[in-house]
């Protein structure tokens, strides 16, 4: 196996470059290699759609729901809820 | 955090706007069934905000109830699995006749307001591959993808190895881009 083979980036390199925090070093090999350029462009495009997934909002009365079965414990020492 | 420990129901409601909606949609990506997800979430805070005062503050309050909820979701398709009537009929059936007679039949069930809401929600490729992931899988990928926490954070939250959760992580992204793939053909 040839060294530039041996040097390819792993899974993690490959988040951090698509997430921009590959050293430079690091970083130049993809300048290099087709095959590496090839799975981090598809790695980046599916990072990109995971952090743009919306976050969904319970039903509105959800906090009331939740708080009428806590027993919540007033500084004082009694419980309410 | 510390006036929701002493007591403080402002404090209380204001972890709860807080965290309700990266809990309920990690749950809801988990178990794809809004009511049920609004369940959960309940319970998740529900056992949170009772158990306050144990909590402590070496750990991260986010990756506490995130673990919590987490629980709650993998229990639940946990029992689930086991609830599941076989599709090809009765395990006990004697003939093929006997399988199909006890097989469960798939009407044709109209579609709720919620049916609706929900595949509207999760009816993107996007979520309909992450839906397709084994369990562990899809939580590694949602708190680390969508979440943001970092893989220590993880393997904390999930009692797992390290190298697991790189692990799961590594492979549930190679199964998405294949299933992203294969919904674009």
Redesign the interface.
């Known amino acids: 196996m040839n060294e530039r083979l041996q040097t390819h980036l792993t ?2 390199e490959v988040e951090l470059w698509a997430t921009g925090l590959l050293s430079a070093a690091r970083t130049f090999h993809l300048t290099e290699c087709a095959e590496c350029l090839a799975v981090a462009e ?2 980046r495009k ?2 990109v ?3 743009q ?7 509105a009365d ?2 009331e ?3 009428a ?7 004082s020492g009694s419980h ?2 | 955090m510390r006036w929701a420990r002493d007591g403080h129901e402002p404090a209380f409601r204001e972890l709860v706007h807080r965290y309700e909606r990266p809990v309920f949609s990690l749950i809801y990506r988990m178990v794809r069934d809004r009511a049920l997800a609004e369940d959960l979430a309940q319970e998740t805070f529900i056992k949170v905000l009772n158990a306050l005062k144990s909590y402590k503050p070496e750990y991260k309050f986010s990756s506490w109830i995130f673990k919590i909820a987490n629980n709650a979701a993998i229990d639940h398709l946990r029992r689930r699995q086991l609830d599941t009537l076989s599709l090809d009929g009765s395990p006990t059936a004697r003939s093929p006749e006997e399988m199909h007679a006890s097989a469960p039949q798939l009407g044709d069930v109209s579609e709720s307001p919620l049916d609706e809401v929900e595949s509207r929600e999760l009816g993107g490729a996007i979520e309909r591959a992450i839906g397709r992931l084994r369990p562990e899988y899809r939580s590694c990928i949602l708190l680390r993808h969508v979440e943001g926490h970092s893989y220590e954070e993880i393997a904390q939250m999930l009692d797992l190895p390290l190298g697991t959760v790189k692990t799961y992580i590594h492979r549930a992204r190679n199964e998405l881009r294949v299933y992203l793939e294969d919904a674009r053909e």
């Open positions: 899974p993690e598809r790695e599916l990072l759609e995971l952090a997934l919306q976050r969904f909002a319970p039903s959800f906090a729901k939740v708080l079965q806590v027993r919540i414990q007033t500084p309410h809820g």
